[in-house]
């Protein structure tokens, strides 16, 4: 009994601490205002579990975008000197999955998306809607002081001089020099999830630029076996997918 109020106590300082942080901290971000910053052909590719997922804005209205998603397995491709827009262009050989979602900009809802490899329309069961979830998550700035360094503390005494950790921008290919990023941070709704209740952050780049900049290009998930990191190898511009596809997404019942 004993153990367990002590346990309580620590989540409760825990809980107390990160919202009076919370509310110290203005600066705030949805996903969904930055993705309204994307044009069409705009692509990232990202790597997480030995799997790289490529994903395309194929097209962009007031209302909504739509996206295109292809994953394929990470030994099926030699990064090195890979285009990845080439291989979109040749109908991306070896991919295992390729659907096209559209992401309501107001909202940044999506309930439904469309695959191209089993040609059909298919609902995404609530507690698995990862992306819709994660464009509506209100993410606060992590203080300067408060981010992390590269390399080991220095002994007590002496001055901190370690830079700030920051991840590569790749822009087609190539890491692009100089680009500084502001992390952002927040918890994962208790939804039941995996992800249930887990600290998120990401980083983006503080300036836009020719490279896409409103979609994280590192992602870290505290609070699973370890963490969870979901990092961005490449992006670009110009890409082309399949388009809409021709059959026509099934009309719903009213009420």
Known sequence: MRKRMHKNFYIFLIAFFCCHFYQLNGQELYLKDKLRKATPGDYIVTLQNKTYT?????????HAISLEEITVPSQSIQVEGFSWKKWVEQNAPGHTSWVRYVIDTASGHLGEYFSYTKNGWYTIP????????????????IPIKERRKVGPPPPSQASDRRPYWQPKLIFEGKVIPGISFEAWRTFWPK?????????????????????PSYFPYWLQVSGIVGKAKIHMIDSGKGARGRGAPAKERPLRKAG
Do not use: H, R
């Not at 490529?54 to 007031?62: C, M, Q, R």
């Not at 609530?126 to 700035?141: A, R």
């Not at 939804?191 to 490279?211: C, H, N, R, W």
């Open 191 to 211: 939804d039941g999830s995996e992800l249930s209740g887990k600290i998120i952050e990401i980083y983006l780049p503080q300036t836009a630029g020719l490279y």
């Open 54 to 62: 490529f994903l395309l804005i194929d097209t962009f209205a007031s």
């Open 126 to 141: 609530e507690g698995e809607n990862f992306l819709s979830t994660l464009l509506n998550l209100k993410f606060y700035n």
